[in-house]
């Protein structure tokens, strides 16, 4: 899970090998970030929670507290990842001063899958589900409404969007063929640069790749868009 912040947001995204903490969590105001995290996050209550669950979260507290936006957290498969993230995320919500989350996801499936998550979570400090306390949406066009707290959306479909430039990190190629340019980097050294279909001609490396991860892809149908 990586966190950024961004403009007014900090973006939660998933990865083909974890969560990429990229919710879209508008501050109140940047600049007080560190006060606002150390003044308002109360002590975890770790009920029900798996030992990395219970670190990751704790971690995550004391990156934000210490005026540190950017963190990632690697956990294995079926370690409750995404649990995990709307644990931080409600906490970053209600004690944080947090005005919203924009989680992002690289397939369909993954949106609608943290969708459900997110509608069924309760946390150990409210008798609520999440959805009674804030808002959930997974994003089908464009358009982001203003009293949503959480937006759940696509990478593609936030490259979509009008007006804004993306700059995207990604291991699974499918997620990155429509961008107006890629540069493919290998051992830290970018190999090759331009469009998919540029990368495609004239990098061998890049078509190997592209080939292996379309043809499990066709044995995954899981796996697409």
Do not use: W
Not at 39 to 47: E, W
């Amino acid at each position: 899970m990586m966190a950024q912040q961004m403009e007014d947001y900090l973006f939660v995204a998933e990865e083909a090998t974890g969560y990429v903490l990229g919710n879209a969590l508008a501050l109140v105001d940047p600049e007080s970030m560190e006060l606002e995290i150390s003044t308002y996050l109360p002590s975890f209550d770790t009920a029900g929670f798996r030992k990395c669950q219970i670190k990751a979260i704790e971690n995550l507290d004391a990156s934000f507290a210490d005026n540190r936006p950017k963190a990632l957290v690697q956990m294995a498969t079926g370690a409750g990842k995404t649990f995990t993230a709307i644990t931080a995320g409600y906490r970053l919500l209600k004690y944080g001063k947090m005005k919203r989350i924009l989680f992002l996801v690289d397939t369909k499936s993954l949106g609608e899958q943290a969708e459900r998550e997110f509608l069924a979570y309760r946390p150990n400090d409210d008798n609520r589900s999440f959805s009674e306390l804030y808002g959930v949406r997974r994003l089908n066009s464009s358009y982001i409404p203003n009293d949503i707290q959480v937006c759940i959306s696509t990478i593609q479909r936030i490259e979509q969007m009008e007006g804004k430039t993306v700059i995207m990190v990604a291991h699974r190629l499918s997620t990155v063929v429509n961008c107006d340019r890629l540069f493919f980097l290998s051992d830290g050294k970018v190999l090759a640069s331009g469009t998919h279909r540029e990368l495609l001609e004239n990098c061998l490396e890049y078509r190997k790749l592209y080939g292996e991860e379309a043809a499990e892809n066709r044995g995954n149908p899981d796996k697409k868009d």
